[in-house]
Structures are given as structure tokens and as C-alpha cells.
């Protein structure tokens, strides 16, 4: 079982800064936006300033496992362990320009390579790709609003 609670995720930050801008040529083109409970500045310290509180982008790589965007870092992303409180809420594709949400795919409040995925319908949130506080920004996500958040541990 499992319970909801509230979480504001916009206004405040500009959303979430996945690649440089311009995008670099061999980048990894499809990333997750990734809602952590945790403030994801306390648990990473090399999250850009302007970066949503609770949100970053990650991956899933079937050689590496997960890894996390990273702007700074060579290729652009590093290693990441996931933590109880993370939950997936939607797919990037930077190529396409399009993004999607999760709980269509594996189920509101199911799991995906280990990580909950997903957020309720009636959620407050916009999206808008490749902007960054306001402006046209490649790579990034600008996202504002609210979510009544599903959570449980993992295995129960």
C-alpha cells in the first residue's frame, strides 16, 4: 500500500537542465524527468543553479544501469544509485522533441528497472521542452506546478 501527498515543483526554479545547449553531438537523446523526495542539491553537488529542488533527469543504461544527467561532466551524465523516494514521472526524447508521461506505460505507482513510476491524473503540472527559465534552452525541461505524489517502499 501506499499513500499521496503534495509536492510544488515549479515557480521557484527554472525545471530541469539535462544537456548543454546546444545539445552536443553524441549525447544520449532519451532521458527520464525523475521526481526525488529528497532535495536533489543535497544529495548531488554538481546540480546547475536554476535546477528544480526535487527533479533531475536520468537513464537507463543496460551497461551502466542507471546514470544522471550531468551538463558539467564528460559525456554529459554520470552514475547514479536510486533512492527509495525517487518515482519516474515522464520520458524525454530530445531527438523527437516530444515527451510522455509513465503512468500509461508501466502503471501508476509501478516500477521501472527498480524506480516507481508515474503521478496522478489530476496533477497540476506543465511541461514545455527545450526552455530554461522562460527562454529557448536546448536540453532542458521547464517545469512548473504541483503533484499529488503516490509513494511506497519498494517491495511492499
Known amino acids: 500500500s501506499g499513500y499521496y501527498y503534495r509536492q510544488w515543483i515549479g515557480s521557484k526554479r527554472s525545471g530541469v537542465n539535462i544537456l548543454p545547449d546546444p545539445i552536443p553531438s553524441g549525447a544520449r537523446l532519451v532521458w527520464y524527468v525523475l521526481f526525488s523526495k529528497n532535495n536533489v542539491k543535497t544529495r548531488f553537488s554538481d546540480i546547475v543553479d536554476g535546477n528544480a529542488d526535487n527533479l533531475m533527469g536520468v537513464a537507463y543504461d543496460s551497461r551502466k544501469g542507471w546514470v544522471r544527467s550531468c551538463p558539467t561532466c564528460p559525456g554529459y551524465e554520470t552514475s547514479y544509485t536510486p533512492d527509495s523516494g525517487d518515482i519516474l514521472l515522464f520520458e524525454v526524447d530530445f531527438e523527437s522533441g516530444t515527451w510522455s508521461r509513465l503512468d ?10 527498480g524506480i516507481l513510476t508515474g503521478y496522478a491524473s489530476k496533477s497540476k503540472l506543465s511541461f514545455d521542452m527545450n526552455k530554461w527559465g522562460g527562454e529557448d534552452t536546448e536540453g532542458s525541461i521547464q517545469v512548473d506546478g504541483s503533484l499529488p505524489v503516490f509513494t511506497k517502499m519498494v517491495g511492499n
Do not use: D, S
Not at 104 to 113: A, C, T
Open 104 to 113: 500509461g506505460v508501466n502503471g501508476y505507482g509501478e516500477q521501472y528497472q
